[in-house]
């Protein structure tokens, strides 16, 4: 049974910093493109970021350029979310994805239908 589960979510101040974790089990993703998405209460989920199988390439949506960074650790299966000078908008629920397939080429994964896997969600809680 495939499972992606987050964690590193909890409550922090505006300027804070969180490192959120998604493991996987279940497979190996060391050769999928995973992302990052985020859902605030009452909006769509959005997404957050994607990285490359190899870790090389990210992309991140603009809000958060300059303050998040995404890497994995294909050795522990593991996918990361360093997020620094939080804002209160930055609160939702982070949920990271993985996509079923092999990652190739230069493109990046944006919307939730690209991905096939799903971790439960961590809550991040950013307080002014």
């Known amino acids: 049974q495939v499972q992606l589960v987050e964690s590193g979510g909890g409550l922090v101040q505006a300027g804070g910093s969180l490192r959120l974790s998604c493991a996987a089990s279940?497979?190996?993703?060391?050769?999928?493109?995973m992302g990052w998405f985020r859902q605030a209460p009452g909006k769509e989920r959005e997404f957050v970021g994607a990285?490359?199988?190899?870790?090389?390439?990210?992309y991140l949506r603009d809000s958060v350029k300059g303050r998040f960074t995404i890497s994995r650790d294909n050795a522990k299966n593991t996918v990361y979310l360093s997020m620094n000078s939080l804002k209160p908008e930055d609160t939702a629920v982070y949920y990271c994805a993985a996509r079923g397939g092999s990652d190739s080429g230069r493109y990046f994964y944006t919307t939730r239908s690209e991905y096939d896997y799903w971790g439960q969600g961590t809550q991040v809680t950013v307080s002014s």
């Open positions: 279940g497979r190996t993703f060391s050769t999928s493109a």
């Open positions: 990285i490359k199988w190899s870790g090389a390439s990210t």
